[in-house]
């Protein structure tokens, strides 16, 4: 049995914890709150501020990958601010 390399494990508890940030948490506020939207913003421009400063991976392409994936994810919070459903 071979353990994986520290900086693996470690980059993978980091990514398990953006994903639980960004769902999981989320859902102790009130649904559709402004607040709620704010929260996620600040967690993706967090994480995506982290993914830039740090990166992570190896070579340059996979982390440009990895800040244009943290970028969609920014984006798509921002859009859901814009969107009205009305029952």
Do not use: H
């Amino acid at each position: 049995l071979r353990l994986p390399r520290r900086d693996l494990v470690r980059r993978a508890c980091v990514e398990m914890l953006r994903k639980t940030a960004l769902t999981g948490l989320l859902l102790f506020f009130k649904k559709g709150s402004v607040f709620q939207l704010v929260a996620a913003m600040l967690l993706a421009l967090a994480f995506l501020s982290v993914a830039a400063w740090f990166q992570p991976y190896a070579s340059r392409s996979a982390n440009l990958f990895k800040v244009a994936t943290e970028v969609t994810s920014s984006r798509l919070v921002l859009a859901a601010q814009f969107i009205d459903i009305s029952p």
